[in-house]
């Protein structure tokens, strides 16, 4: 019998009330794990559970679930990130069995970027299941002890399931619908694309409560702090579904070079600050990207360190 930790802490601060804080980090391009295991080692006093991405924006890296097991060895949680465009579901049952095998007690699911981002662009779509049937099959595997197939399982996954939101996609009218749909498949929480538009993340997050969606899944924010402002214009005009209002590249703008990174962490940090009393707002994902060692000041700054304690 296995004697690895497979319950997820996560699971359990969201539940216990807390603000839940999670942040992520990304896989190397290459075999030495000592990238991702220092990014973790960076935020593991932070944060409740790391993030690994999966290949994301479509560019070939170590497996997530490869890095998700040295972050573990390293006493840190993961969040196993699996999207559906490079598996079909033979893989995909496979590799939930291998995550939970090894303890991994968190997964998100994702479709995944599409591959002419990346640099493989003559890779084929899988795309065998959705994002939606993906939570669909994990809780199928967890709670009702079966394969796809049919077939019992010995030993079924204990997996904390998530998946993520866009509040800010076009058309919004169905923001808040599909966010519906994706806890109806069994999606336990969410976490969000990042956040700068204040005003119109309060509106999808609005119309959520009012559908009592919050009280049937634990809502995380999604926050990205920028570097630059022309990393807010990069994010404004070639990130799709992103959505950065003027006045936030207009206030980068306005600081010296050397202090626009500083801006951006005050922004972030406001945010944070702002959010964490909205109803609904179940805690906070902090993708700072390759920037983890910002993440530690961020969660302090914002009151959100100590972590709790369950």
Known sequence: ?????????????????HLGVTSECGPPRGTDAEEVKKKGMLIKDYVDAVNVTDNQTAMTRMSSLAACIHLKLLGIEPVLQM?????????????????????????????GDHQSFGDCKQGQNVHDLDSMQLVQTVRYMRDEGKFLGG????????????????PFADPFEIRVPRLAKKIACGAEFIQT??????D???????????????EKTFIMAGMTPMKSVGMAKYMKN?????????????????????????????????????????????????MAIEWEEKVPEIIKRAGLYPRPQV
């Open 83 to 111: 999207v559906t465009r490079d598996r079909n579901r033979i893989a995909l049952q496979s590799d939930i069995l291998g995550a939970a095998s090894f303890g991994i007690s968190n997964m998100l699911c994702l479709s």
């Open 151 to 166: 077939d019992a399982i010995k030993h079924p996954p204990k997996l904390f399931v998530g998946a993520a939101a866009n």
């Open 238 to 286: 070639r990130v799709p579904g992103m959505d950065v209002p003027d006045e936030i590249i207009a206030r980068l703008a306005g600081v010296p070079k050397e202090k626009q990174a500083e801006e951006g962490i005050n922004i972030c940090v406001e945010h944070i600050q702002e959010l964490k009393e909205l109803k609904g707002v179940a805690g906070f994902h902090i």
């Open 1 to 17: 019998m296995s004697t690895l930790n497979t319950t997820s802490r996560l699971e359990k601060v969201l539940k216990a009330g």
């Open 200 to 214: 119109k993340f309060k509106e999808w997050i609005r119309r959520a409560v009012e559908r009592g969606l919050h």
């Open 193 to 198: 694309q990042c956040i700068y538009n204040i």
